[in-house]
């Protein structure tokens, strides 16, 4: 791994894959700025790299994340907030929805507060059985932070959300699965296999252009009315059928053999989502 014990954030390669890892154990990982500076990068470090088609988080220890260092609140406190705007300017948890490649959460423990929004900002998530989920903002009196109001109610429905977020309580792994805030459920043991085994089985046999083509849809289409998401999609079907990505993977279906895709902006280059007129 990339780092010494003193770096918020290890970052690795598993063939298609970077993993990267939040570090501060002796703290569940809880988020400061130098943490989420490091972590930003990492995230922009992985888009830059051709070789990197899917990333994963997780944390160091037994904790994913367990929301702002309490240190870091008791500033914020003192001060009666002074600063919350300047760092509403940085980079902020939702900007893996952003990202061309998939990010994938492996919940590993402890995921409360902010460390719950930055498992909502990754596009799936696969959880240690028994793990711990908790907005918490509530019972600090604060407010449903940094978009989670608009993630949540997104993945398990209006009254789900409701209840997580302003009740605070502590959902477990399982719960979490059933109520769709978890993909999958997996024992501690196995969470990291498994959820690389996910990215590797993407990074092999999927398009790294079909994947930040629907990323792009997933996150912008239920906001349009149906007919001008159909509409940008069909834009969008057209470009894909001209592109070397759809050749090859009609020819490696028929030639029963794993496709050869491009990395993600040497293939098929899609019309940008955010720039279509339809």
């Not at 001209?242 to 280059?269: H, I, L, N, Q």
Request: hydrophobic fraction near 45%; glycine fraction near 8%; aromatic fraction near 6%.
């Amino acid at each position: 791994m990339s780092a010494t014990d003193e770096t918020p954030v290890l970052v690795d390669r598993v063939d298609s894959t970077a993993v990267i890892t939040l570090h501060r154990p002796d703290r569940l990982n809880a988020w400061t700025q130098d943490l989420g500076t490091a972590y930003y990068d990492a995230l922009d470090a992985a888009v830059a790299d051709p070789g990197v088609r899917v990333i994963v988080v997780t944390g160091s220890g037994r904790g994913f994340c367990a929301g702002a260092d309490m240190s870091t609140l008791q500033d914020l406190g003192d001060t009666g907030g002074a600063g919350v705007e300047e760092r509403s300017e940085r980079r902020q948890p939702h900007h893996a929805t952003t990202l061309p490649k998939p990010v994938i959460a492996a919940v590993n423990g402890a995921c409360a507060g902010l460390g719950l929004v930055l498992a909502l900002s990754c596009d799936l998530r696969f959880a240690a059985s028994g793990a711990k989920f908790t907005a918490a903002f509530s019972r600090r009196g604060l407010i449903a932070e940094y978009g989670s109001s608009w993630l949540l109610p997104n993945l398990v429905g209006t009254a789900r959300a409701f209840d997580l977020l302003v009740s605070g309580r502590v959902v477990l792994a399982e719960e979490a699965e059933r109520l769709g805030l978890v993909n999958e459920v997996v024992e501690a043991d196995r969470l990291l296999d498994r959820t690389l085994a996910y990215a590797a089985d993407l990074g092999a046999k999927v398009s790294p252009s079909s994947m930040a083509t629907m990323k792009a849809q997933i996150y912008r289409h239920p906001r349009m009315p149906l007919q001008a998401a159909v509409d940008e999609s069909v834009v969008l079907m057209r470009a894909s059928l001209e592109g070397e990505d759809f050749v090859e993977g009609v020819d490696s279906f028929v030639e029963k053999r794993d496709p050869a895709f491009a990395a993600y902006g040497s293939g098929t280059v899609m019309p940008s989502i955010s720039e279509l007129e339809v």
